[in-house]
T-cell receptor, first 115, second 116 residues
């Protein structure tokens, strides 16, 4: 069974500061993909960043980066220089290599960026 | 704008009724996925279609069914509705399914279903 756990239901950070959201997962697959999706109040799911499990290098997208620890099955998201527009629910998700497109989501972390 | 269109955006209905949610995938995308987001269950996968054929089933109730048409749009049919079916239903699409697909999905804005 695949599971994704986000242990922080809510977090807050001041504008321009850095925040890290945690995610742990469990899968027996060797080839899989990990994602962070953002869901702002508009409710649309927006891809923030993705990581292929076979790549050791941590993914980076502008102010967003991940710390992928495969042995520990940990996949945290770091947001640098936080902006008010980063306020959203953030979901960690796992996609098994054998069933691409079927995502297993965590319960989410509500991030609030305040001025 | 993800390019995935879902209608209706909001829907209010009564228990026992039947509704149909519609999804138009991004142009050229062959795979369509349906997800349900509820307070109780979180986000969970319901079903996937690829080029008109069912490819994978998740936690989809027998009261629910879906199909993908030749023009690649998809419909999710929910029948004998119960209060617990109230949720946000997302459609997502991707270009392919299989080893070459990086797994990135493009989500629509969702259809908010309220069952009274």
């Amino acid at each position: 069974a695949q599971t994704v756990t986000q242990s922080q239901p809510e977090m807050s950070v001041q504008e321009a500061e850095t925040v890290t959201l945690s995610c742990t997962y469990d899968t027996s697959e060797n080839n899989y993909y990990l994602f962070w999706y953002k869901q702002p109040p508009s409710r649309q799911m927006i891809l923030v960043i993705r990581q292929e499990a076979y790549k050791q290098q941590n993914a980076t997208e502008n102010r967003f980066s991940v710390n992928f620890q495969k042995a520990a099955k940990s996949f945290s998201l770091k947001i640098s220089d936080s902006q008010l527009g980063d306020t959203a629910m953030y979901f960690c998700a796992l996609d098994r290599g054998s069933t691409l497109g079927r995502l297993y989501f965590g319960r989410g972390t509500q991030l609030t960026v305040w001025p | 704008d993800s390019g995935v269109t879902q209608t209706p955006k909001h829907l209010i209905t009564a228990t026992g009724q039947r509704v149909t949610l519609r999804c138009s995938p991004r142009s050229g995308d062959l795979s369509v996925y349906w997800y349900q987001q509820s307070l109780d269950q979180g986000l969970q996968f319901l079903i996937q279609y690829y080029n008109g054929e069912e490819r994978a089933k998740g936690n989809i109730l027998e009261r629910f069914s879906a199909q993908q048409f030749p023009d690649l749009h998809s419909e999710l049919n929910l029948s004998s509705l119960e209060l617990g079916d109230s949720a946000l239903y997302f459609c997502a699409s991707s270009a392919k399914t299989g080893a070459r697909n990086t797994g990135e999905l493009f989500f629509g804005e969702g259809s908010r279903l309220t069952v009274l």
